[in-house]
């Protein structure tokens, strides 16, 4: 259940209530921990299920028991921790009773009447039937129960104050996300469910609108996580970066494909859940990003006169960028993408590009292919001006857009990467 940063596009005062998201363990006199009577077939599928929900990706700390909590996650208004779901019926979910967990995914509240933080994404996945609610709640009733306090939420006030939670949700709490493309097939109907419910994509690919709703106008369009920029991956601007459907199934089965390779968030989703969707799901997933009549990719127009025009970002890129990613940009297996046709590159934000170079990725590995290397930060070694200098160069060179990055831009980027003191 993923929902890291959800709040980076709430400020001042309309956070009071969009402070609404956060998952808490509240017992219940519902059960006594022990694992919930089930079939094998129920089990199996609320396995899949909260697979393809990504719940381990926040459920789930490195290192630590399966679906126990601690995992840290940091938002503008302070750090929440990923909760306890196991049976455990001190600090877990062993009280809950199948009702009471419907009514926390359903309509974000949990037993005795708390309201939970819309971290907790159920403002997508209260699109679930019933009976996959159940399913999963049988599947964690299942798991051993991990004797492992919660971490409290570290918040200041007011966004302490949960009550705000019940109005946010009276104002804003939808039965259904609008959709980011077009069709009726069986298949766009299993990808929207997948895309919208399951798999709660706009929480991150949505922009954010006053109170932290998601902006219904503009669903998938970006949004804002962290540091870096959750891309367009409506069907209009998949196909506007080059997206096919034959890549994108790709880059959901492996983290890879001809654009570049999944990193930061997007890198964990692969990982813990696009992977292990069947074949017939990742492709109804990438129907409903595509609609049941894609647009036709539009190629990249790299422009090769950049190396004249803008020759001293070429020269930072032999210095610092081609020896992994090539002289013409052609990327080098197990090392290093390629920026031809890159889809960072051509972006119209030049956020996510900046960030890289100033920050560096670090080594990823990608389920049954290469792994990539890690990409050193350059932000003590290259000035604002030349960071932008070669990310003009890299913008008009390999993904066909104008060099307009000004030093300012890479400054602001910056100055927020500094620890605060």
């Known amino acids: 259940m993923n929902w890291r940063h959800i709040f980076s596009r709430v400020s001042g005062a309309a956070a009071v209530v969009a402070i609404s998201l956060g998952l808490a363990a509240c017992g219940g006199p519902s059960g006594d921990g022990q694992p919930v009577k089930a079939s094998a077939d129920q089990v199996a599928l609320g396995k899949y299920l909260t697979v393809a929900a990504d719940c381990a990706a926040c459920h789930t700390a490195k290192g630590g028991a399966p679906m126990a909590g601690g995992v840290a996650l940091d938002s503008p208004f302070g750090k929440f921790y990923g909760t306890n779901i196991t049976r455990d019926p001190e600090h877990g979910i062993g009280r809950w009773s199948a009702d009471d967990f419907y009514k926390a995914l359903h309509d974000g509240t949990a037993p005795g009447g708390h309201q939970l933080y819309p971290a907790m994404p159920y403002t997508s996945y209260r699109s679930m039937p019933r009976e996959d609610v159940d399913a999963i709640y049988a599947y964690l009733m299942q798991l051993p129960a991990a ?3 919660n971490k409290p939420a570290e918040l200041g006030f007011p966004y302490n104050m ?8 009276l104002l804003f709490l939808k039965d259904e ?4 493309s077009q069709g009726n097939s069986v298949e766009w109907q299993r990808g929207r469910y997948l895309a919208n419910g399951l798999g709660h994509c706009a929480e991150c690919h949505t922009p954010r609108a006053a109170f932290g709703r998601l902006d219904a ?3 998938l369009q970006g949004g804002l996580l962290g540091r870096y920029l959750a891309p367009d991956i409506s069907s209009q601007g998949l196909a506007a970066r080059g997206w096919s459907e034959a890549d994108l199934l790709s880059f959901m089965r492996t983290g890879i494909a001809p654009q570049g390779s999944a990193f930061d968030e997007m890198h964990t989703v692969v990982a813990l859940s696009t ?3 069947t074949e017939p799901d990742a492709k109804a997933l990438v129907r409903y990003m595509t609609g049941d009549t894609p647009a036709a990719p539009q190629p990249p ?3 090769a006169s950049a190396d004249q025009k803008l020759g001293p970002g070429r020269q930072l890129y032999l210095n610092v960028c081609a020896g992994c990613h090539g002289r013409e940009g052609e990327g080098r297996t197990s090392v290093a993408v390629a920026m031809a046709g890159n889809s960072t590159l051509r972006m119209a934000d030049s956020r996510n590009l900046l960030v890289s170079v100033l920050d560096g990725l670090p080594a990823q590995a990608f389920p049954g292919l290469e792994r990539m290397q890690e990409m050193p930060g350059f932000a003590a070694e290259l000035t604002d001006a030349q960071v932008a200098e070669l990310a003009n160069y890299l913008r008009v060179r390999f993904g066909g857009l104008p060099g307009d990055v000004q030093p300012a831009a890479v400054a602001g980027l910056r100055e927020a990467q500094q620890p605060k003191k």
């Open 147 to 149: 004797k492992v306090p």
């Open 162 to 169: 949960r009550f705000g939670v019940f109005f946010w949700k």
């Open 217 to 219: 106008g503009r669903p």
């Open 301 to 303: 127009r790299p422009d």
């Open 177 to 180: 996300l609008p959709d980011a």
């Open 275 to 277: 992977q292990h969707l």
